[in-house]
């Protein structure tokens, strides 16, 4: 079966640094994405990564390592605004997103 | 530009009785998605579309319909509600294969009692 593994919950302090941690098994792999929500809103995008390595997005940056199916989103200056979930998504060998059930962050000041 | 919009935002239905949750577009998607997110799960795929006129089901498609008559519009349809499809639903859309970004309605919380 397909499986999309993440932390449920992680908590970290304001103005510091933390990576949430995405592990995949799928049919196949044609990108991972990170999404984040906001309590009550709908899922917004993040981050694309197809090739591995590193892509960088001012405070936040997503890794990948598709030979581990591993991926890691890594947020910068933590601010109380960043308190949301977290979605890591892998697009399978249909073209469909397969979704993590995400993890939520609870930043403290 | 509005992106994607979905009717009603939020619904109390009884049992038995069939509802259809609107979903429109106006960036000229190729494909859209129905999605239903419950706690503790990720968002599941309900049925989707890749072009106007072809339909397809995803993960969990039964108690559920869609039609695509056109390029902006995908209702999604429950023809007689269990409390089992209580949830939030998402609708969403991206140009097609290869994508690089999914762009997300703002959702349809249903209660079914």
């Known amino acids: 079966g397909q499986n999309i593994d993440q932390p449920t919950e992680m908590t970290a302090t304001e103005g510091a640094i933390v990576q949430i941690n995405c592990t995949y098994q799928?049919?196949?792999?044609?990108?991972l994405f990170w999404y984040q929500q906001h309590a009550g809103e709908a899922p917004t995008f993040l981050s694309y990564n197809v090739l591995d390595g590193l892509e960088e997005k001012g405070r936040f940056s997503s890794f990948l390592s598709r030979s581990k199916g591993y991926s890691y989103l890594l947020l910068k200056e933590l601010q109380m605004k960043d308190s949301a979930s977290y979605l890591c998504?892998?697009?399978?060998?249909?073209?469909?997103?397969?979704w993590g059930a995400g993890t939520k962050l609870i930043i403290k000041p | 530009t509005a992106g994607i919009t979905q009717a009603p935002t939020s619904q109390i239905l009884a049992a038995g009785r069939s509802m259809t949750l609107r979903c429109t577009q106006d960036m000229r998607h190729n494909a859209m998605y129905w999605y239903r997110q419950d706690l503790g799960l990720g968002l599941r795929l309900i049925h989707y579309?890749?072009?106007?006129?072809?339909?397809g089901k995803g993960e969990v498609p039964d108690g559920y319909s869609v039609s695509r008559a056109n390029t902006d519009d995908f209702p999604l349809t429950l023809a007689s509600a269990v409390p089992s499809q209580t949830s939030v639903y998402f609708c969403?859309?991206?140009?097609?294969?290869?994508?690089?970004?999914?762009?997300f309605g703002p959702g349809t919380r249903l209660t079914v009692l």
């Open positions: 799928t049919s196949g792999f044609n990108g």
């Open positions: 579309s890749n072009t106007a006129g072809t339909t």
């Open positions: 998504a892998v697009r399978d060998s249909n073209y469909q997103l397969i």
């Open positions: 969403a859309s991206d140009p097609g294969q290869g994508a690089d970004t999914q762009y």
